[in-house]
């Protein structure tokens, strides 16, 4: 299934960038662009996942799954935040094992937030 | 629309319950459905948000609509969690103006996550 994965490119993770200096959000985009995703992840940059505390963030999400929000993060988790989006795209229900999530997954979860539950609205 | 608020029920935001003492998310739950819940919102339970270190956790979303989670809740808030809830599903978008905001949800974000952006997969 195709997935996916936000990443608030605005974010300063409580610092103040200086004059010229890109957004710590953006490096972490970059790196994750460069560190190559596959084809099942679908890499949106957002402006803003509201977790400006807890930044850098990111967001993964697909239809009929949990969403999973994590934070700390900076470029050079951008390999791991990849490997993580990728065993996401890959496990049939989206839950991937605890073992088998990085690390930065399993320590810095910021929130989840179960599949909608898709309520239909009531027929006149 | 019908949107869903989600609520985690096992939440003990970082305090061990004594025995035989209710869950703090679940008496946050029982504030919610006591102080009255409009049709257009769909309470739904769930055991864990993870969002432990940041708990009691609530998540708001609908088809089509960003997703929103607050957390450092507790059952005084039901009220507010309420009427945020309800505005949430009055706006046509979901996006309800800042003032009109509770204050908890103001200031008590944890995250939010934008719509999935549905990419259909490549017809074989």
Redesign the interface.
């Known amino acids: 299934?195709?997935v996916?994965l936000?990443v608030c490119v605005t974010c300063r993770a409580g610092q103040s960038p200086r004059e010229g200096e890109t957004a710590l959000g953006a490096r972490l985009h970059s790196a994750i662009l460069e560190a190559g995703v596959p084809e099942s992840v679908?890499v949106?940059p957002?402006e803003?996942?509201?977790?400006c505390s807890?930044g850098c963030?990111i967001?993964l999400?697909?239809?009929g799954r949990w969403?999973?929000?994590y934070?700390r993060l900076s470029d050079v988790n951008a390999p791991d935040v990849v490997a993580g989006a990728a065993a996401y795209a890959a496990a049939s229900d989206g839950i991937v094992p605890w073992r088998s999530r990085p690390e930065i997954f399993r320590k810095q979860?910021?929130?989840?937030?179960?599949s909608?539950?898709?309520?239909p609205?009531t027929a006149e």
């Open positions: 299934m195709t996916t936000h679908n949106v957002v803003c996942l509201s977790a807890q963030s967001a999400s697909a239809p969403s999973y929000v934070g979860s910021l929130a989840r937030i179960p909608i539950a898709v309520v609205e």
